[in-house]
């Protein structure tokens, strides 16, 4: 299992298209879930009926609001999930540490499509099933689910913010980063200075409304000082506008 960079490639303002996704053999679908028992072995980790829900919590979360999300879904659901889905679930939590992209959709599909459908676990797989298995549509509909279900996250409406903005709607793209700015806690810093960022050039693009975008890259950069776009498109906003989405 390779671990392999997050850093998103640089996307022009165009329809996005079906890239085919990438594919394990099932020998290397099963090595890798050997390496993840081995890694689970070394950590000391035994599954048991009387464990299992406090070993998925912690290995999922220990902050809030995700840890209370998993309960709530392990409440329930537990009676249809048990020692398997916690076996499945750890697997899925070490192919997400070692950012094993493949294995991560893989591992999905495979294992935990079984079960009742987890809005926060699918939350986080959407990102690999979009930015790396390359479905942009079945990503967008996960990203849709978990705001129906977890309607106070702000990590769906920053993607399907961006996804808009790749499909040429400019002003639903403003509005998505509008509901994810409402939402992102002032301790997130990442989150917080790409939302700030993004909204920033839509409220330039959309509306024409320099000022507005300047306050808000500004305050991205307050979050994130060492933020290398948005300290160019401060710069920029005093001339032509080149805006990388982040």
């Given amino acids: 299992m390779s671990r392999k960079s997050r850093k998103r490639r640089r996307t022009r303002q165009r329809r996005p298209e079906q890239r085919a996704p990438a594919t394990l053999t099932p020998a290397e679908y099963r090595r ?40 709530r879904y392990i409440a329930d659901h537990g009676h249809k999930l048990g ?29 935990l499509s079984r079960y009742p459908r987890c809005a926060l676990v699918e939350m986080w797989v959407a990102d690999y099933v979009f930015r790396h298995a390359g479905d942009f549509w079945r990503a967008r509909q996960m990203y ?40 992102v806690a002032d301790d997130d810093v990442e989150m917080g200075a790409r939302i700030l960022y993004n909204r920033g050039m839509m409220r330039y693009l959309v509306q024409g409304d320099r000022e507005a975008a300047i306050a808000d890259v500004r305050e991205a950069l307050k979050r994130k000082p060492d933020y290398s776009l948005a300290e160019e498109a401060l710069r920029s906003l005093r001339g032509r506008i080149r805006w990388v989405p982040w």
């Fill in 32 to 71: 890798n879930i050997r390496q993840a028992d081995e890694i689970l072995v070394k950590e000391s980790v035994e599954i048991r009926p009387d464990n299992w829900q406090q070993l998925a919590l912690d290995w999922f979360s220990l902050h809030e609001p995700e840890r209370g999300e998993l309960a």
């Fill in 83 to 111: 020692l398997p889905w916690a076996r499945e679930f750890l697997r899925l939590q070490v192919f997400l540490q070692v950012e094993d992209h493949a294995q991560i959709v893989a591992h999905f599909d495979r294992a």
């Fill in 144 to 183: 849709r689910h978990a705001i129906d279900q977890l309607p106070d996250h702000t990590k769906p409406y920053y993607e399907l913010g961006f996804m808009s903005h790749l499909l040429g709607d400019f002003s639903g793209a403003l509005d998505w980063f509008n509901q994810a700015a409402e939402r």
